[in-house]
């Protein structure tokens, strides 16, 4: 650029100097022409070699720059997908938070019927053990009637002891699944 300024004060200054001859002087001569003209040359080749390098430059700017809008846009891109990932990553936590809670829940209730069948399951070895010793003291007739009762209340007794044991693999297994629940949301 610089280049293409010099030039053109050195044209603006050589066509200052250019005059006609004044009145009773020579025209210049061939030599001083054929200078002016190489000088001329030299200059048009300055020039166009000075008007190729800016071409040149702007080119390579204008490339940079569309180079430039090309990654911003994929930067935009990869910013919003990044923010519908962290979205999905959130409303996650979210629902293992509340199945979490809804797990804590169930394993509470659940164990609280499992105490409570526990207790009644010793209630009835109690009275089992009362009314065995009440049939070793009692008639026969009323033995009979007490065995029908003992073996009734023997078959609820074992159906009662089948749901308690289902309820405690069913409190293990939820116990378990909250254990992972909870590792999961604290990793």
């Known amino acids: ?54 071409e ?3 080119a390579r700017l204008a490339n940079a720059v569309r180079n430039t809008e090309v990654l911003v846009r994929q930067l935009d891109q990869q910013t919003l997908q990044a923010k519908q990932a962290e979205a999905q990553i959130k409303e996650g936590i979210h629902h293992l938070q509340a199945q979490t809670a809804d797990l804590k829940s169930t394993a509470e209730q659940t164990k609280g019927k499992v105490q409570l069948v526990e207790q009644g399951d010793l209630e009835l070895k109690t009275k089992l053990m009362e009314l065995d010793s009440t049939l070793k ?22 159906d009662l002891l089948d749901w308690t044991q289902h309820q405690k693999q069913s409190l293990q297994l939820q116990s378990q699944q909250l254990t992972q629940l909870q590792k999961q949301n604290g990793s």
Not at 26 to 32: G, T, V
Not at 137 to 154: G, R, T, Y
């Open 1 to 54: 650029m610089r280049a293409l300024y010099v030039l053109c004060v050195v044209v603006v200054w050589a066509l200052e100097g250019v005059r006609p001859a004044p009145a009773g002087q020579p025209p210049a001569s061939e030599e001083e022409v054929n200078v002016l003209m190489f000088g001329v040359l030299q200059f048009s080749e300055s020039l166009r070699h000075t008007f190729q390098s800016t």
């Open 56 to 58: 040149a430059k702007l």
């Open 137 to 158: 003291m009692a008639n026969p007739d009323s033995v009979k009637l007490l065995k029908e009762d003992v073996q009734k209340h023997s078959r609820i007794l074992r």
